[in-house]
């Protein structure tokens, strides 16, 4: 295994593990498959990069006969049809091996970026679709995103930009996460100006409790993106999905 590849394992797992029905997840998933099932349709072969955040992806890969799921964290993997454990940043398979690749919330924390989105490349067809979620906003980083072991932050601009860079087309690029967005941006802004820290990477489990009637009030927030995303791409939110084809 490469050095590069070592030192992504340094934060393996998902916050999403145990989870799965946390609002957020719940959400993601709807908002993935209205933005994004439109390039993922009538496939054979897939692969999920992060497959904690598997839920995520079920959309796609239950329909599809070949479906293999990739993580770090073996945990993630359980109840995979095909699960492998490994590193994003050295895909354990052959080139032009898969239809789609997808990568919910992981390309944020591979490190060199590059060698995550070439090895994405590699293991697509020719034509073959790429489906990416990445968080949003440099600004909105906090003591969270160390704790979750992210390199960056991305606006859309930067993740069409790191993606055409692969030998991608980008097809389809929204944010997504809007109507929720000034909850999250005042979060994020209190809790840099507070200072608050994390004690390490044992907080990733953490994710906040949140009472039923505010789980219900973020979903129904959230059908607000959803109806919006099925006809146009939103121009802020604390998300950013793209959908690009191999060239």
């Known amino acids: 295994m490469t050095s590069a590849a070592s030192a992504a394992e340094g934060h393996g797992g998902s916050p999403s593990i145990g989870v ?144 055409e860079a692969a030998g991608f087309r980008v097809d389809r690029a929204s944010h997504a996460f809007a109507a929720v967005f000034p909850l999250f941006a005042a979060e994020r802004l209190y809790r840099r100006a507070r200072g608050s820290r994390v004690r390490g990477a044992l907080d990733i489990a953490a994710v906040p409790a949140v009472p039923r009637p505010v789980h219900h009030a973020l979903m129904a927030l959230c059908t607000v993106d959803n109806a919006l995303l099925r006809r146009w791409d939103l121009p802020f939110g604390s998300s950013v999905f793209v959908a690009a084809t191999k060239t």
């Open 20 to 163: 799965e029905d946390y609002w957020w997840y719940l959400a993601r998933a709807e908002l993935l498959e209205t933005t994004l099932s439109r390039y993922a349709e009538r496939v054979t072969s897939v692969l999920d990069i992060g497959s904690a955040d598997g839920p995520s992806a079920a959309w796609f890969t239950e329909a599809a006969p070949h479906a293999v799921s990739l993580d770090i964290d073996p945990r993630g993997l359980i109840g995979a049809r095909a699960g492998v454990c490994g590193s994003a940043l050295e895909l354990p398979f052959a080139d032009a091996a898969f239809d789609v690749v997808s990568a919910f919330d992981v390309i944020e924390h591979c490190d060199p970026e590059a060698l995550a989105l070439a090895e994405v490349r590699r293991v697509l067809r020719p034509g073959g679709r790429f489906l990416m979620a990445v968080p949003a906003y440099q600004w909105a980083w906090t003591d969270h995103d160390v704790a979750n072991g992210h390199h960056r932050r991305y606006t859309r601009a930067r993740a069409v930009r790191a993606v």
